[in-house]
């Protein structure tokens, strides 16, 4: 085909659900935590080199217990194993809802200094979509990786993945993780708690581009 994604690509809607889910029900009420991290920067876990408003006055150099993969501190959600292969290939959509609140020594912000210290909490993580064998081993395909800063967190956050093609093997799973952090961003500087919910107005969804439905 000339066309990408292919032209008998379906984008169909999948929800993350409670235990770590993926499957096709939506949420069954409002306001259902699928889970909360604290992220703390000044713990030495994650990336804690420089401050999340640097700019192009030149890349930071940051020591390497500064810059550490920090998923622990995050969520992920598993589709249930695969009952034939199945085959990916397009930019992945997700849309999710995020939360936080201040934390002692977060920075509330400075009115007349708007673009230094903004004047409204915001979050960021990082989100990934992970190929998972039946022996737990996880493959993410070339880094692709979507990193995420959420200005207001009171309205859903809309994701693109990096588009791929990728199959998953009869028995795998896919994995969606958001993460406090990873080794090749900068996270957050501000310590804090993030949490990620849903509801049945605005569940989070995960779509994917198929060509065939999944079948668990």
């Known amino acids: ?26 949420s069954p009420g409002n306001d259902v935590q699928l889970g909360s991290w604290d992220f703390n920067p000044t ?26 993969e920090d998923e ?4 992920s959600f598993s589709t249930a194993p695969l009952a034939k292969p199945l085959d990916i290939h397009g930019p992945i959509e997700l849309s999710l809802r995020a939360s936080t609140k201040p934390l002692p020594g977060a920075e509330n912000g400075v009115a007349e200094y708007p673009q230094l210290v903004p004047p409204y909490l915001d979050t960021d993580f990082v989100v990934k979509l992970s190929d998972v064998a039946p022996d737990g081993t996880r ?3 070339n880094r692709l990786i979507s990193p995420v800063r959420v200005a207001d967190v009171t309205r859903p956050v809309q994701v693109t993945l990096p588009a ?21 961003y900068a996270g957050n500087h501000v ?22 439905p999944l079948t668990f």
């Open 1 to 26: 085909t000339s066309s990408w994604p292919p032209s008998d690509t379906t984008y169909k809607p999948h929800y993350l659900q409670p235990a770590n889910a993926i499957g096709g029900g939506r």
């Open 43 to 68: 713990a030495g876990i994650g990336e804690t080199g420089f401050s999340k408003w640097d700019n192009a006055a030149g890349v930071p150099q940051r020591d390497a217990d500064q810059a550490q």
């Open 72 to 75: 622990w501190k995050g969520l």
């Open 139 to 141: 493959t993410l395909q």
């Open 164 to 184: 791929q093609v990728q199959r998953f093997a009869k028995g795998h799973r896919l994995q969606l993780v958001v993460a406090a952090s990873d080794m090749a």
């Open 191 to 212: 310590p804090q708690p993030v949490s990620i919910v849903t509801s049945t107005a605005n569940p989070g969804t995960l779509k994917l581009p198929l060509t065939a």
